[in-house]
Every structure is written in structure tokens, then in C-alpha cells.
């Protein structure tokens, strides 16, 4: 796999707070990468760090962003400026906050093209027609002319879809692109993403909904009070988890066998990171903790197969996996 993003050893701080502890990951060409964890894990300011997007607040005070063997650390705002949208893309969870009310949706998105390829008002209209096509608008050429509050919320991410796309970027980043809506539309806008994923567009997917990244994404990266605790394929980690984390999260989602029924939450609350606990983040909440979780922080260390996590028992929690899967 030749990569596209390579993120290394990033570190985000808000003031004292450190909110991403030297998280790394890798997304190669046309492959989606999910990175999933509870609110408060990371993962959106990761993925805002790498658009360049921080608040105003935050920082990051170690690592590297290489897009293509690029730093995107090194470059000037303006440089950035560019390469968002014509290199990188980003979705949300909620369109309606991303656009503008008082704009129809076809000025929006032609407004791309005027203002990025210097198209002409006739020329950016007829291509934002047709982007809106392309994400399965239907009857686009009216709805160009409607306003954001007309579309329902499915049709509204179709439009930040066509928006983000506009300029053929090759990373696209969907922040929780369909937790706002309901089952088939959820279904519906991810197949746009595999669309466009088979076409040749890479991905990051953050998610806290383990079902939407086993349906995207190729592999997938864990994360718990700001770092990663396990990474690998998404069959080798959703088969067997190789962190008590992951196996928590598992345990919270809706299974296909037993619905939501069968959800069992993970004990507590993400921990406060202005104080985390000693030794392993998650070992107030650990099912597997002894001594040595409350002494020693654990390192990301590499299994076999390629994957990592970072658990002083990995091959005890795989092993528990295997004997509750026999
Ligand atoms: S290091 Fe200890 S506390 Fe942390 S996940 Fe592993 S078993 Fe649990």
C-alpha cells in the first residue's frame, strides 16, 4: 500500500491539556481508514489537525502531517488554503451548520468553481448541476435553486458530498457523516461514499458507530483519552480485538444477532483529561486491569499480523476472544 497521509507521532495540546498524545496513522491511496472511539477520544481534533482546521485554542506541538512525502505542518496558511479542497475534503455530522441559509444550494457549490477555477457564473451553475447529479440529486437542476432548510437532512450531506468533491480532492475526511440520520438514508449515503471509494478516493472515516466502519473502511484505528490503543485490518480487529477498549466498544454496539438488546455499555466514563489515571488510561475501566495497568503506561507494540495495541495483555485478550468465539 502506497501512502497518501502519513500522520506521526501527533500532539495536540489545548493551553496544558494535551487532547491527541502522539497519535500516528496512515492512509494509502483509494483506502479508507476509520478511527473510532468515544466522544472526547480524539479523533475529530486528529482529523481537524490534519485539515489544518484547529481552533483557534488548540495546537500541535509535536509530529508530522505528510500528504503525499508534503509536511503539512511546514506550509504557509495560504499553501494550506489550497490544498483544502483541491488535495483534502471535509464532511460533518451536521451539513446545515456548514451552509450557508440564506444562499441556494446550487450558489453554493458553484461558488467553488468561480472562486477555485475562476469558472464563470454560466459555467459554475452548469457544474454544480451536474456535481449534485453525480451524488444522486435528483432533478438537480431545480433543486439548485433551493435553499438549504428545503433539502432533508440525507439530501443536505449529498449536498456537503458534491461540495466536498467539487474539486476532485484525493483524501476525503467524513466526521460522523450519518449519525444524524435515519437507517436507509444512513445506507444510502454510505454506498455514495463506497462509490466514490471504488473510484479511487481515500478516506478517514470517524465514527463512533462500529457498523458504518465495517461497511467503509479497509482498516481502522481505536482511540481512548487521545492516543491510539489498537490498530489493524478491520476483520482482524472487529474479529479479534486485541485491546479490552475495543472488545468495550464491541460489546456497546448493536449486534446483528441480538440488536440492541444484547448492547452491554462499557463501566464508567471516558477519563477527564486534565487528570488522566496513572499507568493505562483505561484501567479504572478495565475488565482485564491488574497492578502493573495502574503503574506502567503501556506502549503501542506491534502483534503478529501487523496489527498493534496497546495493552500489557494483548495476547490474553486475544486469547480470551478466541475462547469465547470456539
Ligand atoms: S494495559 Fe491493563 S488496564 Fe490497560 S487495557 Fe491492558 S489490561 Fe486493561
Known amino acids: 500500500m502506497s501512502a497518501l497521509l502519513e500522520v506521526s507521532g501527533l500532539q495536540v495540546a489545548f493551553g496544558e491539556l494535551r487532547a491527541v498524545r502522539g497519535v500516528s496513522l496512515t492512509v494509502g491511496k483509494g483506502q479508507t481508514l476509520a478511527v473510532v472511539g468515544e466522544s472526547g477520544s480524539g479523533k475529530s481534533i486528529t482529523s481537524l489537525a490534519v485539515m489544518g482546521l484547529l481552533p483557534a485554542q488548540a495546537r500541535v506541538v509535536e509530529g508530522e502531517i505528510s500528504l503525499d512525502g508534503v509536511n503539512l505542518l511546514d506550509l504557509a496558511p495560504e499553501e494550506l488554503r489550497r490544498l483544502r479542497g483541491e488535495e483534502l475534503a471535509m464532511i460533518f455530522q451536521d451539513p446545515l451548520s456548514a451552509l450557508n441559509p440564506s444562499?441556494?444550494?446550487?450558489?453554493?457549490?458553484?461558488?467553488?468553481?468561480?472562486?477555485?477555477?475562476?469558472?464563470?457564473?454560466?459555467?459554475?451553475?452548469?457544474?454544480?448541476?451536474?456535481?449534485?447529479?453525480?451524488?444522486?440529486?435528483?432533478?438537480?437542476?431545480?433543486?439548485?435553486k433551493a435553499y438549504p432548510h428545503e433539502f432533508s437532512g440525507g439530501m443536505r450531506q449529498?449536498?456537503?458530498?458534491?461540495?466536498?468533491?467539487?474539486?476532485?480532492?484525493?483524501?476525503?475526511?467524513?466526521?460522523?457523516?450519518?449519525?444524524?440520520?435515519?437507517?436507509?438514508?444512513?445506507?444510502?449515503?454510505?454506498?455514495?461514499?463506497?462509490?466514490?471509494?471504488?473510484?479511487?478516493?481515500?478516506?478517514?472515516?470517524?465514527?463512533?458507530?462500529?457498523?458504518?466502519?465495517?461497511?467503509?473502511?479497509?482498516s481502522v484505528v481505536v482511540m481512548y483519552a487521545g492516543q491510539a490503543v489498537e490498530s489493524g485490518t478491520v476483520a482482524e480487529v472487529y474479529g479479534t480485538p486485541a485491546h479490552p477498549y475495543t472488545l468495550g466498544l464491541m460489546a456497546a454496539s448493536p449486534s446483528a444477532r441480538t440488536g440492541r438488546r444484547g448492547i452491554r455499555p462499557i463501566d464508567g466514563n471516558p477519563p477527564d483529561l486534565t487528570a488522566l489515571p496513572s499507568g493505562c488510561a483505561f484501567h479504572p475501566r478495565c475488565p482485564f486491569a491488574r497492578e502493573r495497568c495502574r503503574t506502567e503506561t503501556p506502549a503501542l507494540r506491534p502483534l503478529p499480523s501487523g496489527r498493534t495495541s496497546a495493552c500489557h495483555f494483548a495476547e490474553e485478550v486475544l486469547a480470551h476472544d478466541r475462547a469465547a468465539g470456539a
Do not use: K, N
Open 103 to 144: 444562499l441556494t444550494v446550487g450558489y453554493q457549490i458553484a461558488e467553488v468553481f468561480r472562486r477555485r477555477r475562476g469558472a464563470s457564473r454560466a459555467v459554475a451553475t452548469g457544474r454544480a448541476v451536474e456535481a449534485m447529479a453525480e451524488v444522486g440529486i435528483p432533478d438537480a437542476a431545480e433543486r439548485a
Open 158 to 218: 449529498r449536498v456537503m458530498i458534491a461540495m466536498a468533491l467539487a474539486l476532485e480532492p484525493r483524501l476525503l475526511i467524513a466526521d460522523e457523516p450519518t449519525t444524524a440520520l435515519d437507517v436507509t438514508v444512513q445506507a444510502q449515503i454510505l454506498r455514495l461514499l463506497r462509490e466514490r471509494q471504488r473510484a479511487g478516493l481515500a478516506m478517514i472515516i470517524i465514527s463512533h458507530d462500529l457498523g458504518v466502519v465495517a461497511r467503509t473502511a479497509q
